[in-house]
């Protein structure tokens, strides 16, 4: 088989300023990392795939504001490692204050069990970096307090694309014939072939694709993507591009030539995770913050307000986030992963949150207005009160 596997780390309330602070703070923190610069020529691959994917899907940049480092000397001894490609990525997300770190390899010609033990132990598996071993978990710890973030990870996600799942071109196929091994390598089950059928079909279920060559599997925090590059149906698809875009346009768009990527940039699978799980995290600090809101009833009026205020800011903001939708196909498969992520109902936890944050706002107003009142009362009365004493005397 051959992969791309991804690790990625999410932090939210990160609070590393806007886009400009964190361009600021990473280039003092983090040295070697290179700033992703959409607009100009790009000499790694990957960097290349990056910007043909967020152009041709989103007409450059991305639907949300990303700002974007690469440690280039971030990279470990890839034969040692037995990987045919590495990259790693540091991502902002300014507008909701979510960092993202992620680890991205391939592997070529490796067996099924190989990519099982990689879902078990993938991102705690020590890899020989410059300067000792150390695994995905460390490498995101190292950079996480370089650049002064304090919060664990509230996210982690594992992605694995299989651009050649044995010479086979059919996702169909590969479901009918080997679903429990698909079923393996989305959970790290190495007992997968023992699994009841009814299971492996309950955790197979929540899948999309849009072409017959591709299939997303989705299940908890991880995601198994089927891209299989090499069937006969990508290559029909591809002469299919090549021939429309050269009639229509006077060439094929390299979005359709992109081969193997680390990335995994290929069908906008890197934009929808990316979103969904800056989603997740962001409502997961909602609720995370709901217990230390509920202790501020101990502190003045003032202090309360302001917390509440705040916290009503923040889950309107996680829910708009929670109903934007790109493109039609990228919005599909985005619907997928946030039905895989069980957010819906955690959402509609949120929109009760804000019913009750409503609540009591206009309760604590009441309040406060209920105590000048009473003070105004009081005060009326005690200056009719002087006046009655001042005529009397």
């Known amino acids: 088989m051959n992969a791309n596997i991804t690790h990625s780390f999410y932090y939210s309330s990160a609070a590393l300023g806007t886009a400009e602070e964190f361009v600021r703070l990473v280039k003092i923190r983090v040295p070697g990392a290179v700033l992703y610069d959409p607009e100009a020529d790009q000499p790694q691959p990957y960097l290349r795939d990056l910007r043909t994917a967020e152009k041709f899907l989103h007409g450059g940049g991305q639907p949300y504001a990303a700002v974007r480092f ?4 971030l990279r470990p001894d890839l034969a040692r490692a037995g990987f045919a490609g590495w990259c790693a990525m540091i991502s902002y997300f300014p507008e909701v204050g979510v960092l993202c770190l992620s680890f991205h390899y391939a592997l070529r010609g490796v067996a099924p069990d190989q990519l099982i033990v990689l879902r078990q132990c993938g991102e705690n598996r020590p890899l020989p970096f410059p300067g000792g071993d150390r695994s995905c978990t460390e490498q995101a ?3 996480r307090e370089a650049l002064g973030v304090a919060t664990q990870p509230g996210e982690r996600c594992y992605l694995c694309e299989i651009t050649d799942f044995g010479g086979l ?9 080997h679903a429990a091994l698909l079923y ?19 955790r197979l279920k929540c899948a999309w694709g849009s072409r017959d060559f591709i299939r997303v599997y989705a299940f908890g925090a991880a995601l198994l993507f089927l891209n299989l590059t090499g069937s ?12 429309f875009g050269a009639a229509a346009y006077g060439g094929c768009n390299d979005y359709f030539r992109m081969e193997d990527c680390p990335l995994t940039v290929n069908h906008g699978i890197l ?13 997961d600090d909602v609720i995370t913050y709901q217990g230390s809101y509920s202790r501020q009833h101990g502190k003045s009026f003032y202090q309360r307000i302001r917390a509440t205020r705040d916290f009503r800011r923040t889950i309107i903001l ?18 997928v992963l946030l039905e895989s992520q069980h957010i819906a109902p955690v959402v509609d936890q949120v929109k009760y949150l804000l019913e009750l944050l409503e609540g009591d706002l206009n309760l604590m107003y009441s309040e406060r207005n209920n105590v000048l009142i009473t003070i105004l009362t009081v005060m009326g009365l005690l200056l009719a009160a002087a006046q009655v004493l001042l005529a009397v005397l």
Do not use: H, N, W
């Open 70 to 73: 690469f440690p280039e000397d």
């Open 141 to 143: 710890k190292a950079l």
């Open 169 to 177: 071109g059919d996702p169909d196929e590969i479901e009918r014939d």
């Open 184 to 202: 393996g390598l989305l959970s790290g089950d190495e007992g997968c072939g023992f699994v009841l059928e009814s299971l492996v079909r309950e």
């Open 232 to 243: 006969a149906e990508r290559q029909r698809y591809l002469a299919r591009e090549q021939s």
């Open 271 to 283: 934009f929808s995770v990316e979103y969904v799980m800056m989603l997740k995290a962001l409502i």
């Open 318 to 335: 996680v829910l708009e986030r929670a109903g934007q939708t790109e493109i039609s196909e990228i919005g599909e498969l985005s619907s």
